[in-house]
């Protein structure tokens, strides 16, 4: 073992185990694929996935669908929804118990008397694809009538609690106002009462936290984590677009009043123990909007990573956390799309996307091998 030959040996041996855990990190971020699956559409926005693969989605002109097999099926025009603007039919989330109660949730524009709000609404889709037992669960959701800052995404967690996402209307008193659900996040339960662990007086039983602007995005936890039931993506003004963890408390927009956009998203000023953003775009935005978690093992580096759908800047925005705080950022398929709008994490493994247009489509991404 003392001749040069035997060193030699050794070193070759060493190499030799080394190789492949070179060729492993340098193949850890898994290069990804795209597949268009539905093109043609009008606006979609939001994207659920059924216990049978087939997915549910949303389109802006208050068309609901279903893509399966290949094939667009029509479900329904929901009735009384009001398109103008950014406002339409938004945001979608199927029960967590869907197997069992078939239960979907509706977000979108509409009006009462007259008057603009964002209603929330419970429907039964029957396995012939038939849509009956409205309930509305949130009817009182404040409204621009122009549809700025119409939010509105919708996620349920395991616990059953259904998440709403509200925007401000573009009214200055919404954000603070305890009483207003603008520009806030909601907590109800499937028949729209207050979810335990919400916000007490003065504010609406249904508020967990308030100082928002514009809502895009929602993603829950399969458990809350040193607090932290998820997190949402959140559209600044001219500065900020934020990524925030779904905490109880107030995340400081108060453009109060006039309807001022020059103020800081989250106004340390005026609310010193306002709570800050995990990740901000900084000094522009670049309009964030759906987001999701990648979960499996298949995703190498990239699991457990957070998604957003980026709408001007024409991206997916990729975040890694750890102990809740960021520790890298990524871009990927940078103006390959378009404007993305909506971003699900299939239980079959894939990550669906929705682009934001007239000749809209719904697009397929997962890794080469």
């Given at each position: ?150 939010g509105t995404q919708l996620e349920m967690g395991a616990d059953g609690v ?134 499996g093992a298949q995703w190498g580096s990239y699991e457990n990573a957070f ?63």
């Open positions: 073992m003392n001749t040069k030959y035997d060193r030699l040996r050794i070193w070759l041996i060493v190499l030799m185990m080394t190789v492949p855990l070179w060729g492993a990190a340098a193949q850890d971020a898994p290069a990804l694929k795209s597949e268009v699956l539905a093109a043609g559409l009008s606006h979609p926005w939001d994207i659920g996935q059924l216990p049978d693969g087939s997915l549910l989605f949303t389109q802006r002109n208050g068309e609901l669908s279903l893509y399966r097999d290949g094939q667009v099926v029509k479900i329904s025009s929901i009735p009384e929804v009001y398109v103008q603007g950014e406002g339409g039919l938004t945001g979608l989330a199927i029960d967590h118990d869907f197997f069992e109660n078939r239960l979907i949730y509706l977000a979108y524009n509409t009006r009462q008397s007259g008057v603009p709000q964002v209603r929330v609404t419970r429907y039964y889709l029957g396995a012939e694809l038939n849509l009956k037992e409205a309930l509305d669960i949130v009817t009182d959701i404040p409204a621009n009538k122009s549809g700025r800052h119409s259904l998440w709403i996402g509200t925007g401000d209307a573009a009214n200055a008193v919404n954000p603070q106002d305890p009483k207003s659900l603008g520009g806030k996040i909601l907590r109800v339960s499937r028949e729209g009462k207050p979810a335990e662990g919400n916000l007490g007086e003065p504010f609406d039983p249904r508020i967990f936290s308030y100082g928002h602007r514009n809502t895009q995005g929602l993603v829950i936890l399969p458990q809350p984590e040193d607090g932290v039931f998820g997190y949402s993506a959140e559209h600044g003004s001219h500065i900020e677009d934020e990524f925030n963890a779904l905490v109880p408390g107030n995340f400081g927009w108060a453009p109060l009043p006039p309807y001022r956009e020059s103020v800081p998203m989250t106004d340390k000023n005026r609310f010193p123990d306002a709570i800050d953003a995990v990740w901000n775009s900084g000094s522009s935005t670049i309009a964030v909007s759906g987001l999701t978690q990648l979960r998604v957003m759908g980026v709408l001007k800047d024409q991206q997916l925005r990729l975040l890694k956390l750890e102990d809740g705080v960021l520790a890298s950022e990524e871009t990927l398929f940078k103006g390959e799309f378009g404007r993305i709008r909506a971003v699900h994490m299939g239980h079959d493994g894939f990550l669906y996307i929705s682009t934001d247009k007239n000749n809209g489509s719904i697009i397929r991404i997962g890794p080469q091998n």
